[in-house]
């Protein structure tokens, strides 16, 4: 799960819905669950606040290893000149890993030929 279906619950964005029948079972990178406290707390989220929200939605927490960092580092040349960023990078390479689908509202990254399920949570966007 990226980082931006955990932001949209947290905010209560429209898409949010779509999001939480997947919480429990969805994984998630230690490097995204990094950019949640760091974009939360830079809206003014208490640290606590953040873990307790984490907390209640019981996703689970991968851990950023090797593996991921260099599945991250192939995920370049096919994401550069974009905004796809290091999370998102680690967010794509623990989906390889695991061949699981990327739950995420970046509706760029339907656009890089990256063998990966990719569904987007917000399905009618106001371009």
């Known amino acids: 799960m990226d980082s931006s279906a955990v932001i949209a619950v947290l905010r209560r964005e429209a898409g949010a819905e779509n999001v939480i029948p997947h919480l429990r079972t969805a994984l998630i990178s230690s490097v995204n669950v990094a950019e949640v406290f760091y974009?939360?707390?830079a809206e003014g989220a208490g640290r606590s606040e953040i873990s307790s929200a984490l907390a209640r939605m019981e996703l689970t927490e991968v851990g950023f290893d090797r593996e991921q960092a260099e599945r991250l580092a192939s995920l370049y040349s096919i994401t550069r000149g974009g905004s796809v960023g290091f999370a998102d990078r680690a967010c794509?390479?623990?989906?390889?890993?695991?061949q699981l689908p990327v739950l995420t509202g970046d509706r760029e990254w339907i656009k890089y030929d990256i063998d990966l399920d990719i569904r987007l949570f917000r399905h009618a966007e106001a371009a």
């Open 39 to 41: 974009i939360a707390e």
């Open 92 to 98: 794509l390479a623990l989906a390889d890993r695991y």
